[in-house]
T-cell receptor, first 118, second 111 residues
Framework: GAVVSQHPSRVICKSGTSVKIECRSL??????MFWYRQFPKQSLMLMAT?????????EQGVEKDKFLINHASLTLSTLTVTSAHPEDSSFYIC??????????????FGPGTRLTVT | LAKTTQPISMDSYEGQEVNITCSHN???????ITWYQQFPSQGPRFIIQ???TKVTNEVASLFIPADRKSSTLSLPRVSLSDTAVYYC????????????FGTGTRLKVLA
């Protein structure tokens, strides 16, 4: 299947600083990528839909000025957590949608990025 | 967007067949059903996808009744390494659909 990578896999930052997380589709082009957040023992929560060449669409309750998303190319989307606080500590996961033939799609997920804000 | 309902947790023993059922009562005509597996601190991994009847691949089978209001993921002869959380998702083939994750089913395989 298609491969999605994330970098870094783990990051620790101080409160008030910004952190950028990269999501790459390694062997395919993705016009649409998604960003999720997952807290311990909980399900994935969709944060935003990232569209190549246009503004991201954020889910209700997600601050777009705090979680900046840029999808500048067909293989890269970035999520920047600005002015991070300890409550932003979480597991961030991206995914990319791939045509699977017959008008269907498959969605492949990255390995996730563990963010810890101290 | 179809909401899905799954059992919160299940236990099984090695070598047994495990069936996890998902309810999606308001599934739309264009919606497909997809199952994912997630291990701790990893991204979800695609298992299987289907629209109706039965789909089988090298790791699982997916059974979908005619009314498509539910689906069952079948894992044959599970092993300890199948201990994970399994998510059932419904997504449209058209437009800008987006997956909304439910609680998932936490499967624990015992020796």
């Amino acid at each position: 299947g298609a491969v999605v990578s994330q970098h870094p896999s783990r990051v620790i930052c101080k409160s008030g600083t910004s952190v950028k997380i990269e999501c790459r589709s390694l062997d395919f082009q993705a016009t649409t990528m998604f960003w999720y957040r997952q807290f311990p023992k909980q399900s994935l929560m969709l944060m935003a839909t990232s569209n190549e060449g246009s503004k991201a669409t954020y889910e209700q309750g997600v601050e777009k000025d705090k979680f900046l998303i840029n999808h500048a190319s067909l293989t890269l989307s970035t999520l920047t957590v600005t002015s991070a606080h300890p409550e932003d500590s979480s597991f961030y996961i991206c995914s990319a949608r791939v045509p699977a033939g017959g008008h269907t799609y498959e969605q492949y997920f990255g390995p996730g990025t563990r963010l810890t804000v101290t | 967007l179809a909401k899905t309902t799954q059992p919160i947790s299940m236990d099984s023993y090695e070598g047994q067949e495990v069936n996890i059922t998902c309810s999606h009562n308001n599934i739309a005509t264009n919606d497909y059903i997809t199952w994912y597996q997630q291990f701790p601190s990893q991204g979800p991994r695609f298992i299987i996808q289907g629209y109706k009847t039965k789909v089988t691949n090298e790791v699982a089978s997916l059974f979908i009744p005619a009314d498509r209001k539910s689906s069952t993921l079948s894992l044959p002869r599970v092993s300890l390494s199948d201990t994970a959380v399994y998510y059932c998702l419904v997504g449209s083939t058209s437009g800008t659909y987006k997956y909304i994750f439910g609680t998932g089913t936490r499967l624990k395989v015992l020796a």
